[in-house]
């Protein structure tokens, strides 16, 4: 199974920072890699796929970039509602696997 | 607009089975499939499988295997996940999530409010 492991696992942050969250994969994976976010009580979001394509609806401050074992998401000028929690997970190879997860917390 | 919509909080006993439904709507059901993914408290989340919104097909992850089944109803467009044999750490959050095909064996573009599943006895 191909391992994803996302640092930090936690960051602090304040309204308006650049924030970025990194992905790496135990073998590549070419660009089959997706971003979500997570808030308590409601359904997961998908805001980016195959890498660096935004997702339908998705504000543009979010963006995803890295190709092979390192990815990367970027959450430029965060708003209040951007505090959560964030997931990658690639989609390669069955079984689909996600990261650990980081949380974006307020500062 | 699409939508998922799972049923509600279950409580079961150890060795209990548990059926979660999912009922899709603003889509076309036969065009995607929909995967089952977990969140067991404090912890990450986990593909379980997916089913074939076409041919009821499933695939699931080979830890649930012989434990999991998944079907679909395409007379009301529904999805169901059975985990037989509930064990304390199956307690978890259920998610079904619908298939986005983007050129690898995909990512979840739509994802259910999700169903808690409480094993204890």
């Known amino acids: 199974d191909i391992q994803m492991t996302q640092s930090p696992s936690s960051v602090s942050a304040s309204v308006g920072d650049r924030v970025t969250i990194t992905c790496r994969a135990s073998q590549a994976i070419s660009s089959w890699l997706a971003w979500y976010q997570l808030k308590p009580g409601k359904a997961p979001k998908l805001l980016i796929y195959a890498a660096s394509s935004l997702q339908s609806g998705v504000p543009s401050r979010f963006s995803g970039s890295g190709s092979g074992t390192d990815f990367t998401l970027t959450v430029s000028g965060l708003q209040p509602e951007d505090f959560a929690t964030y997931y990658c997970q690639q989609g390669h190879s069955l079984p689909l696997t996600f990261g650990g997860g980081t949380k974006v917390e307020i500062k | 607009q699409v939508q998922l919509e799972q049923s509600g909080a279950e409580v079961k006993k150890p060795g209990a089975s548990v059926k979660v439904s999912c009922k899709a709507s603003?889509?076309?059901?036969?065009?995607?499939?929909i995967a089952w993914v977990r969140q067991a408290p404090g912890q990450g989340l986990e593909w379980m499988g997916w089913?074939?919104?076409?041919?009821?097909?499933?695939s699931p992850e080979q830890k649930f295997q012989g434990r999991v089944t998944m079907t679909t109803d395409t007379s009301t467009t529904s999805v169901y996940m059975e985990l037989r044999s509930l064990r304390s750490d199956d307690t978890a959050v259920y998610y079904c999530?619908?298939?986005?095909?983007?050129?690898?064996?995909?990512?979840?573009?739509?994802w259910g409010q999700g169903t808690l599943v409480t094993v204890s006895s």
């Open positions: 603003g889509y076309i059901f036969t065009n995607y499939g």
């Open positions: 089913i074939s919104g076409w041919s009821g097909d499933t």
């Open positions: 999530a619908r298939v986005f095909l983007d050129g690898g064996y995909g990512s979840f573009d739509y």
